[in-house]
C-alpha cells in the first residue's frame, strides 16, 4: 500500500487543521494506521493511531483531548482533525501503514505534510 499525507499549512496558534491519509495500491481497510511527526531536531514521535475498523483508537498524551483520528474506510482515507494548535505542534506529520497482526510494525510510509503553528 502506498500512502501519502495532505492538509498541513500554516495555522495560527488555537487554531485547527485536518490532515488526510490516503492510500493506492491496496485497500486501506486491511490495516491500522498511525499518524507520526517530526519536528526539526527531534527525533520522529507517535501521534495517533487507528484500528483497522476504527473501533480502537491511541493517542500521545500531548494530543489527547485536542487531536481526533478517524477513517473512512469506502474512501481509503484516514484523517487526523487536529484542534487547539500549539507552536510545539509544529513539525512534518506522516500516516504509516500497521499491517496483520497489527502488532505495531508501522512501514508504507507517506510523504509527509507540514504543519506550522505560529504563536
Known amino acids: 500500500v502506498q500512502l501519502q499525507a495532505s492538509g498541513g499549512g500554516l495555522v495560527q496558534a488555537g487554531g485547527s487543521l485536518r490532515l488526510s491519509c490516503t492510500a493506492s495500491?491496496?485497500?486501506?481497510?486491511?490495516?491500522?494506521v498511525g499518524w507520526f511527526r517530526q519536528a526539526p531536531g527531534k527525533r520522529r514521535e507517535f501521534v495517533a493511531r487507528?484500528?483497522?475498523?476504527?473501533?480502537?483508537?491511541n493517542y500521545a498524551d500531548s494530543v489527547k483531548g485536542r487531536f481526533t483520528i478517524s477513517r473512512i474506510n469506502a474512501k481509503n482515507t484516514v484523517y487526523l482533525q487536529m484542534n487547539s494548535l500549539k507552536a510545539e505542534d509544529t513539525a512534518v506529520y506522516y500516516c504509516a501503514a500497521d499491517p496483520p497482526p497489527f502488532e505495531g510494525n508501522f512501514g508504507s510510509w507517506g510523504q509527509g505534510t507540514q504543519v506550522t503553528v505560529s504563536s
Open positions: 495500491g491496496r485497500t486501506l481497510s486491511d490495516y491500522a
Open positions: 487507528i484500528s483497522w475498523s476504527g473501533g480502537n483508537t
